[in-house]
């Protein structure tokens, strides 16, 4: 899906990188990121006309794309619900080991209409598509189409990952006095189960 990876060793894309995430990409201009990678700002401009264009580089040079697609390979399990909690565990896993990375696609999101995370999704729907086939295969899921399941995972995926850093400082402290699996396991079971009791449900 992405042509000719950007080298993550460049030093403009090492300096933007650093400076988007320690200040910010609106506080963050061409000049800083020229000066922390010591070139001239005129040969950055040559190179990227604007930020956009910069984040856009920096998001294909750092992109988990690989690591998402070996985890998403990696997936076990006997039933659906096993298949969905290996998956979220291995996604979310990945997505830790590249915070920074997330961030500045949220970024990209709201300043670029989400491009760089819509090729990302591509790259990786076949995979994901066939994970699940293999959950559907255990004819153990209610009916529903494909769409609303995947966007539904892809919601609390990126909902678990975003949902620690929205909260006030206080909550994320308590957050971290329970394991990690204990979050997202209960995420995945109210996503299997549903809130509402078996005879609550009409």
Not at 78 to 104: N, P
Request: glycine share 4%; charged share 25%.
């Amino acid at each position: 899906m992405f042509k000719r990876l950007p080298d993550p060793r460049d030093p403009v894309l090492a300096a933007a990188r650093e400076l988007f995430v320690q200040n910010g990409y609106t506080e963050t201009s061409l000049e800083q990121v020229a000066r922390r990678a010591n070139l001239d700002p005129a040969a950055v401009q040559r190179q990227y006309s604007d930020k956009d264009k910069l984040l856009a580089a920096v998001l294909r040079a750092y992109s988990p794309q690989a690591e998402l697609e070996a985890a998403l390979d990696a997936v076990q399990g006997e039933t659906a619900a096993d298949i969905l909690r290996d998956m979220m565990h291995r996604l979310v896993t990945v997505a830790q080991r590249h915070e920074d990375f997330f961030e500045l696609a949220l970024v990209d999101a709201q300043s670029n209409n989400g491009t760089f995370l819509s090729n990302l999704s591509a790259a990786i729907l076949p995979k994901a598509t066939e994970i699940l086939k293999r959950m559907k295969a255990k004819d153990e899921l209610r009916p529903a189409s494909d769409a609303v399941i995947g966007r539904t995972l892809v919601a609390m995926w990126i909902g678990y990952i975003v949902s620690e850093r929205a909260l006030p400082q206080a909550a994320r402290f308590a957050m971290r006095l329970l394991p990690q699996t204990v979050w997202l396991d209960g995420m995945i079971d109210l996503m299997l189960y549903g809130l509402l009791e078996d005879d609550a449900r009409g």
